[in-house]
């Protein structure tokens, strides 16, 4: 069974960091782009980020170039995403996906459960 698990969420404040953590399980994680998606409060979908299956290529939507990162450890099996100067904007469920094949964009296949931030003082 294809399982992918965030951690790393909770409260900070503006200015603050978090990085998130994604652990993938059940399919080759090495051979699959991945993805960071995000759904503010009342809000609809936003995709983040994604990276190639081996990391060599990244990209990112533009509110968040500059202070996000995205990365992945494919002999851990984990995907990342640091995030940096953080904005009450940022506040949202963050979901790790799969996507269908080594690089994106492409369908995004299996979502994790997803993990809140929220930016607040």
């Known amino acids: 069974e294809v399982q992918l698990v965030e951690s790393g969420g909770g409260l900070v404040q503006p200015g603050g960091s978090l990085r998130l953590s994604c652990a993938a399980s059940g399919f080759t994680f090495s051979t699959y782009a991945m993805t960071w998606v995000r759904q503010g409060p009342g809000k609809g979908l936003e995709w983040v980020s994604s990276?190639?299956?081996?990391?060599?290529?990244?990209t990112y939507v533009d509110s968040v170039k500059g202070r996000f990162a995205i990365s992945r450890n494919n002999a851990k099996n984990t995907l990342y995403l640091q995030m940096n100067s953080l904005e009450p904007e940022d506040t949202a469920v963050y979901y790790c996906v799969k996507e269908s094949g080594i690089s994106y964009p492409g369908d995004l296949e299996v979502w994790g459960q997803g993990t809140l931030i929220t930016v607040s003082s």
């Open positions: 990276i190639t299956s081996g990391g060599d290529r990244t």
